[in-house]
């Protein structure tokens, strides 16, 4: 069993390893969180929701969902060494309530923060948002994608969310937050349903690429597989980036750390991977247009307070909410992943 002197510095080890180092030139976070269960304490007679009350199975206060609140501004702000991100897709948030409580009674209130987001018909009411800073982002048209599987068509699925975000540059960036079927009930029972949320993906990326080959296009989110698996490679087609793939259209950035031991945005028992990713198009990353990925590398923000040590399997676990239905008061159970976009050209992002 590690120490603790041994644990913390395993924390520092990981968190130096990607946190957001800074740039040579001006750059703008891009990132993605699964806050794990933000929901508002009142009952919603829609959803089954009923959990997350102050009656319920894990007696969630309003002083609990406040900390929460003021949990997930602080990975933010953080994150970014106090300029938080131009943009954030987040998973696993209730409703438009919770992200008000966010963007406007929160210490995100200073950043301008505004966001995107849509109903789905998730049993439990969790959906996807988009998040932006106003003074950096603008939406140019946003819309929920619907997923409906035909072989189990009563199942009420999350939806995707599409959004075109325009930059002071001038150049747009295409973003498709993605929260697919977990891995509940059986990886192999659940391999369809995250196949067929990549192919609805797929028609997405697809239908902008007809109407612009070189288009910025970028897919964030839990997609509940790893790069590896036949949902990101066979359906997707996110392929391993190389400059020598230029015949490929989408790139899985998270690749990049298939091959590296205990590193990954989750953790399931001993094995840390990468459920949570960043898949862009090849513009983004072979100089098509003003926007390109610095260094066109991705991040884990693995900062120490978002991790504590793990007793059962060794090494460092994430810092969560709840463990079970025991109330720990931490982040969540995933770490957020992220990119830094850069301008191409003589013009300057001033975050």
């Known amino acids: 069993m590690m120490k603790t002197k041994q644990i913390l510095a395993l924390c520092l080890l990981l968190c130096t390893s990607h946190l957001c180092a800074p740039a040579q030139r001006d750059t703008l976070l891009v990132a993605f969180y699964n806050v794990e269960n933000l929901f508002h304490p009142s009952d919603d007679s829609l959803t089954r929701d009923d959990d997350f009350t102050p009656t319920g199975a894990y007696h969630w206060s309003y002083g609990k969902y406040y900390k929460k609140i003021a949990n997930v501004a ?22 438009e309530r919770v992200l008000k409580d966010l963007c406007y009674r929160s210490p995100l209130k200073t950043f301008g923060y505004r966001y995107v987001h849509h109903d789905s018909p998730d049993r439990r009411g969790v959906d996807v948002a988009l998040l932006y800073r106003d003074s950096l982002v603008r939406i140019l048209r946003e819309h929920k994608v619907p997923v409906q599987f035909p072989f189990e068509p009563k199942t009420r699925n999350r939806d995707l969310l599409y959004a075109l975000a325009q930059f ?22 659940t391999i369809p349903k995250r196949n067929y949320y990549a192919d609805v993906a797929r028609r997405v990326v697809d239908s902008v690429l007809i109407d612009n ?12 597989d790893y790069a590896t698996d036949e949902s990101m490679e066979k359906h997707l087609r996110a392929r391993k980036y190389s400059p020598d793939n230029i015949g490929d259209t989408l790139f899985n950035l998270m690749y990049y750390f298939v091959n590296q031991n205990n590193v990954g945005s989750h953790k399931h028992e001993d094995f840390w991977g990468c459920l949570d990713q960043i898949i862009v198009s090849r513009a983004l990353l072979f100089d098509k247009n003003k ?9 884990i923000y693995q900062a120490p307070f978002l991790l504590v040590p793990d007793e059962k399997y060794g090494g460092v676990k994430t810092n969560r909410t709840f463990l079970g239905p025991r109330y720990i008061g ?7 992943v992220y990119i830094l976009l850069e301008e191409i050209g003589d013009y300057s992002i001033t975050p």
């Open 74 to 95: 602080k990975v933010l702000i953080a994150m970014g060494q106090g300029k938080p991100p131009a943009i954030v897709g987040l998973a696993e948030i209730e409703n």
């Open 168 to 189: 002071p540059c001038g150049d747009s960036l295409h973003v498709i937050v993605n929260h697919w079927t977990s891995r509940f009930g059986g990886y192999a029972a």
């Open 213 to 224: 080959p070189e288009a910025n296009i970028l897919l964030i989110g839990d997609f509940n």
């Open 291 to 299: 926007l390109r990925i610095f260094q066109h590398l991705p991040h």
């Open 330 to 336: 931490g982040f969540a159970d995933h770490l957020p």
